[in-house]
Structures are given as structure tokens and as C-alpha cells.
């Protein structure tokens, strides 16, 4: 069986040494390291693209400028790749506001109320850039940061990046590592760590958007979703969590047997009406700390299959409700309306205004530590 890839030549250059690729399939994968220029940022720091391809020739291409997940190409029924994550060719398109097109996102995934929050006695004010909530760690989180190589072999990429104390209004320096691992088995694998000299609160996750059937390829409401979660936090409409952990019955929100997306996302239903979709945090069924299968989505037309794996204890499923057709992708694909869904792993929206959530402050001598593996394959 032969993969199509559309990479053109691809410079494979491991300290110097140039790789051979063998035609065909590969039963083995090169350990030499793709890595190439993508461009400066407005401040003229170098960003760089890493491309891992697997031994089955699939592949997954990320840049250090905001950490972000620039292509996943994976096979569909027949064997023929295709990119399943929306993106852009160049950095000068993750440079131009976008919906953090998969991105690593922090210091805190998802909103904090009025942007502020109270720890150990004092109010810590945060920048409010959506409305007057802080969204996704700010006006400049971790998605825009350039951030530093630690490692990086055939098979992974090793990012840090150090958020100075008072960053975006939050205390403590806080220094994280982000490592990226493409394995053989056409799995994504993400292990976040950090560690703080104040306690701080941190919610760090990937804003990748998946679409199965291929990136600019058509909306994502026939996409089939099963999450294991028995319970949502409903939101009012600004999106902040009631501090509610609500059980579904019977509602739009009930994914522990597969639906289409599509199936329900019109009901009558307040909260949908408040997501424009869906865009809600879901309490995910068995022990956080754990790593366990969340999630798993299947595209009937590609066969296409991708389940998620995550030790955190909430998912927030996003339905692209706010894609709207003004942003051209790679290979100039218009991604409009609900044209991806993320599956963001993370804690539960506005942690640190409710105490009945699970915690997500850091304290130093401590290490946060979660694991998310986004893992494709296909079913007939
Ligand atoms: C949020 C959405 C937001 C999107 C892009 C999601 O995580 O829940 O409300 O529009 O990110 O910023």
C-alpha cells in the first residue's frame, strides 16, 4: 500500500546528517530529525516546524510558537492520508487572530470569571479579554509565546516555556514543560508538567480542531461522539460555570451512547442556545490521575477514528460555534461554521471561584503533571 503524502521534498537533517526515506511503505522510521524554518515573530524571534512521521507514514507537524499542532495526517478506511486538524501553511497565519488553532493554552484553559479570583487571602486581577471574563490565559497566554527546544529526536519534541510572576496578572514564576510524542501507533501524545516559587493556580490544555473527514473539508455534525461522563457544569451566558455539576437525563448533553453531533445540537435547550452549540465542560466518569478513555469520536464517509485518553478530570467539547467563514486555512480551505470540534482536557472552567471543583492551585516543592493522547485509527 502506498500513502500519498503532499509534503514535497522534505529535508530530513539530524545534526547535519542527511536522511534517506525508503519509497513506499516504511516498516521502520528514520531517527533523523525534520526540522525547518517557519518564520519570524513581529518581535523577530525564529519559530520553528517539527514534522514526525511514523513508521505506518503518518505524520504530525508542530511549531514552537505557541507550542502548536500544525497538521496530524492519518489514514482514513482505504489507507489515503488526510490532514484532520485546521491550521495554517505559514506563521503569519498563527500571527493573525485565530481561535488558537491548535494550541497549547494557558496559564489557565477556558474562562475565570470577571478575571479575578482569590487565593491564600489577596484578589488577583487578570487581563479580561473576552468580555469581562479572562479567557485562555489572557491577551498574551502560552498560544503566543515562542517557546524554548528542550529536546527533540524522530519521535517527540520537548517544549518549555517560563511565565514570569504577575504574567497576564497571575502570581508566581511558573516554568512548564510541554512534551509532544507521535508514536507508531498514529497516537499523540502529550505530557504536561509545571512547577511554581508561588502558589499559583495553572490549567494548562491543546485547543487542537479536529475534523476527521479532513481540514476544510465540510462541518463536523455528522461526526459520531461518545464521552464517559455522567455530568456538565452548566454555564450562564457569558459561559461561566454555576458552580452545577448536573446530571443529563435525557438531554442534548447525554454522549454515553454515540451521537451525531448534528442529532441534537438545535434542541430547544438553554444551555445550547448559551454555547451557540456546544461549548461545555464535561465531568469526566472515572479517577482523574488516571489515564482512561474519555472520548471517542468516528466519521462515518473516511472511517476515520479518534479516541482521547487524558488523566484530567473535565473535557471542554467545543463545536466551532464560533467559526464563521472569515478565516482561510491550509491550502486555502474557508473554515466556517462548526467546520472543527476540540476536545480540550483540562479542569473545569473557573476553578478558582469554586471551591467544589477539584483544585488547580500549585504550590512550590509541588509538580503539576497530566497526560492526554489523542489516538487515531479507523473503524469499517
Ligand atoms: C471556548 C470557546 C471559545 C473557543 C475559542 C473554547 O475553549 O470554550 O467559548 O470560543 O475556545 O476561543
Request: with cysteine.
Given at each position: 500500500?502506498?500513502y500519498g503524502f503532499?509534503?514535497?521534498?522534505?529535508?530530513?537533517?539530524l545534526f547535519?546528517?542527511?536522511?534517506?526515506?525508503?519509497?513506499?511503505?516504511q516498516?521502520?522510521?528514520?531517527?533523523?530529525?525534520d526540522?525547518r524554518?517557519f518564520?519570524?515573530t513581529?518581535a523577530?524571534?525564529?519559530?520553528?516546524l517539527y514534522?514526525?512521521?511514523?513508521?505506518n507514514?503518518?505524520?504530525?507537524a508542530?511549531?514552537n510558537?505557541g507550542?502548536?499542532?500544525?497538521?496530524l495526517?492519518v489514514p482514513?478506511?482505504?489507507g489515503?492520508?488526510?490532514?484532520?486538524?485546521?491550521g495554517f501553511?505559514?506563521?503569519?497565519?498563527y500571527l493573525?487572530?485565530?481561535?488558537y488553532?491548535g494550541?497549547?493554552?494557558g496559564?489557565?484553559?477556558?474562562r475565570?470569571?470577571k478575571?479575578r479570583?482569590?487565593l491564600n487571602?489577596a484578589v488577583?486581577?487578570?487581563?479580561q479579554?473576552?468580555g469581562?471574563?479572562h479567557?485562555?490565559?489572557?491577551?498574551?497566554?502560552?498560544?503566543?509565546?515562542?517557546?524554548?527546544?528542550?529536546?527533540?529526536?524522530?519521535?517527540?519534541?520537548?517544549?518549555?516555556?517560563?511565565?514570569?510572576?504577575?504574567?497576564?496578572?497571575y502570581p508566581g514564576?511558573?516554568?512548564t514543560t510541554v512534551?509532544?510524542?507521535w508514536t507508531?501507533?498514529?497516537?499523540?501524545r502529550i505530557?504536561?508538567s509545571?512547577?511554581?516559587d508561588k502558589?499559583?493556580v495553572v490549567?494548562?490544555t491543546?485547543?487542537?480542531y479536529f475534523?476527521l473527514?479532513?481540514q476544510?473539508?465540510?462541518?463536523?455534525?455528522g461526526?459520531q461522539v461518545?464521552i464517559?461522563?455522567d455530568?456538565?457544569t452548566p454555564?450562564?451566558?457569558?459561559?461561566?460555570p454555576?458552580?452545577?455539576?448536573?446530571?443529563?437525563a435525557?438531554s442534548?448533553?447525554?454522549?454515553r451512547q454515540?451521537h451525531?453531533?448534528?442529532?441534537?445540537?438545535g434542541?430547544?435547550?438553554?444551555q445550547?442556545t448559551?454555547g451557540?452549540g456546544?461549548?461545555?465542560n464535561?465531568?469526566?466518569?472515572?479517577?482523574?490521575?488516571?489515564?482512561r478513555?474519555?472520548?471517542?469520536?468516528t466519521?462515518?464517509?473516511s472511517?476515520?477514528?479518534?479516541e482521547?485518553?487524558?488523566?484530567?478530570?473535565?473535557?471542554q467539547?467545543y463545536t466551532?460555534?464560533f467559526?464563521d467563514?472569515?478565516?482561510?486555512?491550509?491550502g486555502g480551505k474557508?473554515?466556517?461554521?462548526?467546520?472543527?470540534f476540540c476536545?480540550?482536557t483540562?479542569h473545569?472552567?473557573?476553578s478558582?471561584?469554586?471551591?467544589?471543583?477539584?483544585?488547580?492551585?500549585?504550590?512550590?516543592?509541588e509538580?503539576?503533571?497530566t497526560?492526554?493522547?489523542y489516538?487515531?485509527?479507523?473503524?469499517?
Amino acid at each position: 500500500m502506498r500513502y500519498g503524502f503532499a509534503t514535497g521534498a522534505v529535508a530530513l537533517v539530524l545534526f547535519g546528517i542527511v536522511g534517506c526515506t525508503p519509497p513506499a511503505q516504511q516498516q521502520r522510521r528514520t531517527e533523523a530529525v525534520d526540522k525547518r524554518d517557519f518564520g519570524k515573530t513581529a518581535a523577530g524571534e525564529p519559530a520553528e516546524l517539527y514534522t514526525f512521521k511514523n513508521a505506518n507514514g503518518a505524520e504530525a507537524a508542530i511549531t514552537n510558537y505557541g507550542g502548536r499542532v500544525v497538521s496530524l495526517k492519518v489514514p482514513d478506511r482505504a489507507g489515503t492520508i488526510g490532514d484532520v486538524v485546521l491550521g495554517f501553511d505559514s506563521l503569519d497565519g498563527y500571527l493573525s487572530p485565530n481561535p488558537y488553532f491548535g494550541a497549547i493554552v494557558g496559564r489557565y484553559g477556558n474562562r475565570i470569571a470577571k478575571g479575578r479570583f482569590t487565593l491564600n487571602g489577596a484578589v488577583y486581577k487578570l487581563a479580561q479579554n473576552n468580555g469581562e471574563n479572562h479567557l485562555h490565559g489572557g491577551i498574551k497566554g502560552f498560544d503566543k509565546a515562542v517557546w524554548k527546544i528542550r529536546a527533540a529526536d524522530a519521535r517527540s519534541l520537548e517544549l518549555n516555556y517560563l511565565s514570569r510572576d504577575g504574567e497576564e496578572g497571575y502570581p508566581g514564576n511558573l516554568d512548564t514543560t510541554v512534551k509532544y510524542t507521535w508514536t507508531d501507533h498514529n497516537e499523540l501524545r502529550i505530557e504536561y508538567s509545571a512547577t511554581t516559587d508561588k502558589d499559583t493556580v495553572v490549567n494548562l490544555t491543546n485547543h487542537s480542531y479536529f475534523n476527521l473527514a479532513g481540514q476544510g473539508q465540510g462541518d463536523i455534525l455528522g461526526h459520531q461522539v461518545t464521552i464517559n461522563a455522567d455530568r456538565f457544569t452548566p454555564v450562564d451566558q457569558g459561559l461561566i460555570p454555576a458552580g452545577e455539576l448536573r446530571g443529563f437525563a435525557g438531554s442534548p448533553f447525554d454522549f454515553r451512547q454515540p451521537h451525531a453531533i448534528g442529532e441534537r445540537i438545535g434542541a430547544a435547550d438553554e444551555q445550547l442556545t448559551f454555547g451557540k452549540g456546544y461549548d461545555h465542560n464535561f465531568v469526566l466518569n472515572g479517577a482523574a490521575g488516571t489515564l482512561r478513555v474519555v472520548a471517542r469520536v468516528t466519521e462515518p464517509g473516511s472511517g476515520r477514528v479518534m479516541e482521547v485518553l487524558t488523566t484530567q478530570p473535565g473535557m471542554q467539547f467545543y463545536t466551532g460555534n464560533f467559526l464563521d467563514g472569515t478565516l482561510r486555512g491550509k491550502g486555502g480551505k474557508v473554515y466556517r461554521h462548526r467546520y472543527g470540534f476540540c476536545m480540550e482536557t483540562q479542569h473545569f472552567p473557573d476553578s478558582p471561584n469554586h471551591p467544589n471543583f477539584p483544585s488547580v492551585v500549585l504550590k512550590p516543592g509541588e509538580r503539576y503533571q497530566t497526560t492526554t493522547v489523542y489516538r487515531f485509527s479507523t473503524a469499517r
